[in-house]
């Protein structure tokens, strides 16, 4: 019922800076909140950022808080994760998330951000 289109992955320096865009489409106008997740090889994926769509409140990972900045364009259905101060730890891929207020979770393919030092 809603599709999530991620953007903006690629390689970047070690203190470098990238912003990352997820755009929803199809039946969006339940969406409750977006964020952010991401996965390092051999890892278990975690959660990174969250927006909720109605009032903008935010809630950040410990590791990315002072260093990442999500965001929302409620007109465009579009979510931002503007990523500072980059760290090879941070290399990942990225997914998109997206719940409605029937509690339905939606996820993109994912893009791959690499941090290199």
């Known amino acids: 019922q809603v599709q999530l289109v991620e953007s903006g992955g690629g390689l970047v320096q070690a203190g470098g800076s990238l912003r990352l865009a997820c755009a929803a489409s199809g039946r969006t106008l339940r969406i409750s909140r977006m964020g952010w997740f991401r996965q390092a090889p051999g890892k278990e994926r975690e959660f990174v950022a969250r927006i909720g769509w109605n009032f903008g409140t935010t809630y950040y990972a410990g590791s990315v808080k002072g260093r990442f900045t999500i965001s929302r364009d409620n007109a465009q259905n579009t979510v931002y994760l503007q990523m500072a101060s980059l760290k090879p730890e941070d290399t990942a891929v990225y997914y998109c998330?997206?719940?409605?207020?029937?509690?339905?979770?939606?996820w993109g393919q994912g893009t791959q951000v690499t941090v290199s030092s």
């Open positions: 998330n997206c719940a409605d207020s029937r509690d339905n979770d939606y």
